[in-house]
């Protein structure tokens, strides 16, 4: 698996920092050594775990659609696409979560269709978001199928505002108030939402209603789990 790809970009960019680092007066044996085990080998490993666990879903969903066979995926350009990206983003986190979005984007490639264009602009979006702002987006899509906010918005009879289910169903986003806002405001800058603001006050049945919109629903299913549901 090595092999797949050849030269990988962190392989440019590690043979230019041991270069700059070779030139240093004595220290630069150890600081290389110190690049190459710390920086050089993870990165490798991160691209090779997460393309092995990738291949390693598809192939156990291969008997669910005729378009995760290998023959097929062999002239899906858009799955190859998504695939090289998906890699290139996977070894820029730590984050298990943000991986298995990643994951799920490439299978998703492949057994939809979407427009080139919102791939592309799908695939953007994956970069700049956190595994929250998807749990959020949901959320923005359906209040209804979490338990404690339709309780929360039951028992608000004079009006009260959407980040109280926020509160209710998320409490660690809410307790932080400047990471729940700028996480509002970048699902709405993206389009994803019809609202940048979840501070406005309304009835309780009002507060339930969603707020995603047709592109923030579209690319919930470009990033949801191909496991979950059914796969043509």
């Known amino acids: 698996m090595n092999d797949v790809f ?24 150890t600081l290389n050594e110190f690049l190459a085990f710390v920086i050089g080998d993870p990165a490798q490993e991160r691209r090779d775990d997460f393309m092995k666990a990738t291949l390693e879903r598809v192939i156990a969903l291969e008997v669910t659609s005729e378009r995760l066979r290998p023959e097929n995926l062999r002239d899906n350009e858009q799955f190859q696409a998504t695939f090289i990206q998906a890699v290139r983003l996977a070894t820029t986190t730590a984050s298990a979560d943000k991986k298995k979005l990643l994951q799920n984007a490439i299978i998703n ?41 339709v309780r929360k918005a039951e028992s608000i009879s004079l009006g009260g505002a959407f980040a109280h289910l926020i509160e209710a169903a998320f409490p660690e986003i809410h307790s932080n108030g400047e990471l729940m806002t700028r996480m509002v405001l970048d699902l709405h800058s993206m389009g994803l939402t019809t609202t940048n603001s979840v501070q406005a006050m309304m009835t309780g049945s009002g507060l339930l209603e969603r707020r995603s919109t047709e592109l923030g629903r579209s690319f919930l299913a470009f990033i949801s789990d191909p496991e979950t549901k059914s796969v043509p």
């Open 6 to 29: 050849g030269s990988r970009p962190e392989d440019f960019l590690n043979r230019g920092l041991k270069a700059a680092v070779g030139a240093l007066p004595v220290v630069g044996g």
């Open 109 to 149: 490639s492949a057994v939809g269709d979407v427009d080139e264009t919102v791939r592309l602009l799908f695939v953007q979006m994956l970069d700049r978001i956190t595994p929250m702002h998807a749990v959020l987006l949901s959320f923005f899509d359906n209040p209804r199928s979490n338990t404690a906010a």
